[in-house]
């Protein structure tokens, strides 16, 4: 019974880590930027043209 | 974008991939003609003809969209924006990116091109979360 318990709340824990998806903090400098700095989403995009 | 008009922003760092031949050029082209308020213009039109970037065709598409092409050409040659340029390199080096295009939406990582739907979910969903 303890190790029924045991393996659940691993199971839960590893649940919540994989759910709290990492948030990255970029700069953003002068970089072009299209759209108000009002806007609630911000999407930053690393682009090669070629 | 024009989708969420006025509720999201897109920001471009560039990423040119080392051994590409015009990468590191097409990202200055795109930024000389920012210098003349025509980023996005060059933007759209260098992802259109790509991978067609080579000096004389960069020099086209500014013909092409009116800028002053003397002034675009000695930014060009000149390197005007290589610093900005290697200062994005940094950045994506040191957040560990090895592909492009790579998206950071509210800070949370996208990989590679996806359909817009893909887009949209997350999106939609920020919009429903972030603070007004």
């Known amino acids: 019974m303890k190790r029924f318990v045991l393996v659940v709340l691993f199971f839960l824990l590893v649940t919540q880590a994989l759910s709290d998806e990492k948030r990255f903090s970029v700069p953003l400098n002068d970089s072009p930027a299209y759209g108000p700095a009002s806007a609630r989403v911000t999407i930053i995009e690393f682009l090669d043209f070629q | ?132």
């Open chain 2, 1 to 132: 974008m024009e989708t969420y008009q006025g509720k999201v922003r897109l920001v471009i760092k560039n990423y040119p991939y080392i051994y590409r031949d015009y990468s590191h050029l097409a990202a200055e082209a795109s930024l000389d003609a920012g210098d003349q308020g025509k980023y996005w213009e060059m933007h759209d039109l260098l992802l259109k003809r790509s991978p067609k970037l080579d000096r004389q065709s960069l020099i086209g598409y500014a013909k092409e969209l009116r800028l002053d092409v003397k002034a675009f050409t000695e930014s060009l040659d000149g390197k005007k924006h290589a610093t900005q340029i290697e200062r994005d390199k940094q950045l994506a080096v040191s957040l560990d990116l090895y592909n492009t295009p790579t998206f950071f939406i509210n800070g949370r990582k996208v990989i590679g091109e996806l359909p817009f739907e893909n887009f949209k979910k997350i999106i939609d969903e920020e919009l429903k979360n972030a603070p007004r």
